[in-house]
């Protein structure tokens, strides 16, 4: 199975059915740049529930994720794949591959549990510094060969 690639925007999922929109977010608590902006300017619980979880302190680090339900059957994925928020001293990009697809494995057991589809950005590939020939064979192995159907979307 592979990634249906669109152009749309991923906080308006096409499609029947139970959908989860899956993001990436930092490990320092930062929301305010990028998609979350999008994401915020249509609903505030993943902001609120992403702030909550940080201040929390429970399991809040890289590779975890929570859901967030936003509609009857819609669900929003604050996935924690970023360290930081710029590159560090060697010039590595704060994207952390390994970490987002823990998330993603994640993802897809909770897609399958509730019968989702997952849509999404290109993760990573924006703020986060990472690439796509890096980030599409993570979201390919974790999700769309599980099984799980992936749009991918492009403004």
């Not at 509609?71 to 604050?78: G, I, L, P, T």
């Not at 993760?123 to 020939?133: E, F, N, Q």
Request: glycine share 10%; with cysteine; hydrophobic share 40%.
């Amino acid at each position: 199975m592979q990634l249906n690639y669109i152009k749309g925007d991923a906080t308006s999922p096409i499609g029947e059915g139970n959908k989860i929109i899956a993001h990436v977010c930092n490990d320092i608590g930062g929301w305010g740049r990028g998609f979350v902006l999008a994401l915020s300017k249509r609903w505030s619980q993943p902001e609120n529930e992403f702030k909550k979880w940080f201040k929390s302190g429970e399991n809040f680090s890289l590779g975890e994720v929570i859901f967030v339900q936003v509609e009857k059957d819609c669900w929003v994925a604050n996935m924690i794949g970023q360290h930081d928020i710029k590159s560090d001293k060697e010039g590595i990009p704060p994207v952390r591959y390994e970490a987002i697809g823990i998330a993603l494995s994640k993802v897809a057991v909770y897609a399958k549990k509730i019968n989702a589809s997952v849509h999404l950005p290109r993760i990573g590939c924006g703020l986060a510094g990472g690439t796509w020939d890096k980030m599409e064979p993570v979201i390919i192995q974790e999700l769309a060969e599980k099984g799980v159907p992936v749009t991918v979307y492009d403004l």
